[in-house]
């Protein structure tokens, strides 16, 4: 076994920087309260700034001296803790997804992030290395990579080698490779619905700008806008919308920029990032759906963005799902998952939920604008605006019930659903968690009930659900996988 090892000794820094991004918002807010000229203003500021960088130091240097791994017979062992010491043995064959990141702040040393993961592991990696080179990074991602293999572990060959010796796999040549192209990026960042996130946050930072303006600047700027009245709300509104539409590109292109897919035998490797890259390594084996998502900029256009989920991988930026094609146009989307994903076929012949459903889904989506719209029109003239509110409602609730359908070919189960998105899910029968019917008084009046599946993903599962399908075909496909699990017994 070889002996343990330290990460590298930049972690400290490393640590302690990422430490100090939780206090930015504390340090920043107190820039503007209160005089930091006066003694106790110094006492409470300056002071309190010191303590946190040098907590943040003790911090990083703690974590990196009680911080052992070490990478042998077929496990990678780690053990940290200053006070409550931990130790972790993951097995080579546990592994589920291997994630190499080089962030800025690892960069600014030449080093990587890996993070390790195992099926059911929480939010958090199984194990995380935080500083590390890019070569060792790599030699610990080929030692332990030898499970994504379709071999049974006391198969391996060379099982008790020393991982030192396993060299770095990037001359190695993909069997398939596909890359975003420059324009298609350009698309997928003007069309991201990250604007949704960064608009909310745009808006939050405008509401508080007079308190870090000072007033007579705010005065003389606003006064126009205050003075006019709604059109200072509706400059406000396009300021926000611009400002949140430019942040939400910028990030989509550093995030999305140098997006590639490379298959090498059994694994994925999906690299991507400007500032922040990242790689990360799926086991082909482990995935357990593959679901198509078109949202409504991108779907008029004739563009849609593919995920996988898998037993392990996944980020909390893509809802602990996987994207393997930011943006592509759906009748190239067969060809690229028969090179990745074989046995999976999107050509399927979906039965869509009965005409009996659509009045549910218009009064699903309706009745809530309707009521508020009309407590609104008895208080104020301004109610009538609601009725624009409720037409877009009862136009999603259309969209919802005209894009709700399902089918089962053979061991495959497809769902097509919408909320704002349209999601179409397909996942082979011997993945599947679990499947439920759900049939409510008002749906059993109709003969009509709600059938969902679950499947295992990064954290403990994901589950897709279509509304108000004939109780009928709901009972087939619960029938379905029950004689499957009737043959298992």
Known sequence: M?????IHPATIIIAAILALK??????????????????IGFFRFEYIWIFIVLMALITGFLRWLFFKYRVSEGQLYVQHGVFVRKKRFIYEHKVQSIDITAGLFQRMFGLVKLKVETAGGGSEPEVSLLGVTKDEAY????????NFKEQKHNEYAGENEDFSQIGNDETEQPDFKWAL???????????????????????????????????????????????????????????????????????????YGSFTIEKY???????????????????????????IEKTILRQPLGFATVYVESAGGGSVDEQFSTVVLPLIR????????????????????????????????????????????????????????????????????????????????????????RKIKQVTVISEKTKIQAIERHVS??????????????????????????VD?????????????????????
């Open 2 to 6: 070889t002996n343990l090892k330290r």
């Open 22 to 39: 939780e206090f930015i918002i504390p340090i920043i807010i107190s820039l503007f309260i209160g005089s930091t000229t006066e003694p």
């Open 139 to 146: 030699q610990i991602r080929n030692y332990l990579k030898k």
């Open 181 to 255: 192209s420059t324009s298609r990026l350009w698309i997928a960042a003007l069309t991201s619905s990250g604007i949704g996130l960064t608009l909310s946050a745009v808006i939050a930072l405008l509401s508080q700008v007079e308190q870090f303006l000072p007033e007579a600047v705010y005065d003389r700027v606003f006064s126009f806008f205050r003075d006019s009245g709604l059109w200072f709300i509706i400059f406000l509104l396009f300021t926000g919308f611009l400002i949140a539409w430019l942040i939400s590109i910028l990030a989509h292109m550093l995030k």
């Open 265 to 291: 035998g059994n694994e994925l490797v999906i690299s991507r990032g400007i500032i922040e890259k990242r790689q990360l390594t799926i086991a082909l084996n482990r995935v357990t759906a593959v679901s």
């Open 330 to 417: 759906p009748q190239e989307i067969q060809s690229i998952i028969n090179e990745i994903l074989p046995q999976y076929k999107l050509d399927h012949s979906l039965t869509p939920v009965p005409r009996r459903a659509l009045f549910r889904a218009l009064r699903r989506m309706a009745l809530l604008p309707i009521i508020a719209t009309c407590v609104t029109c008895y208080f104020t003239p301004y109610g009538y605006w609601g009725i624009i509110i409720i037409l877009m409602a009862l136009l999603l609730g259309y969209a919802q019930y005209r894009d709700a359908a399902t089918n089962i070919h053979d061991d495959f189960i497809c769902f097509r659903f």
């Open 441 to 466: 008084i008002l749906q059993m009046r109709k003969q009509l009930a709600s059938i969902q599946f679950s499947v295992l993903s990064s954290i403990v599962g994901r589950t897709y659900k279509v």
């Open 469 to 489: 399908q004939d109780e009928h075909i709901a009972g087939e496909i619960l029938m379905w996988l029950s004689k499957t699990e009737q043959k298992k017994d």
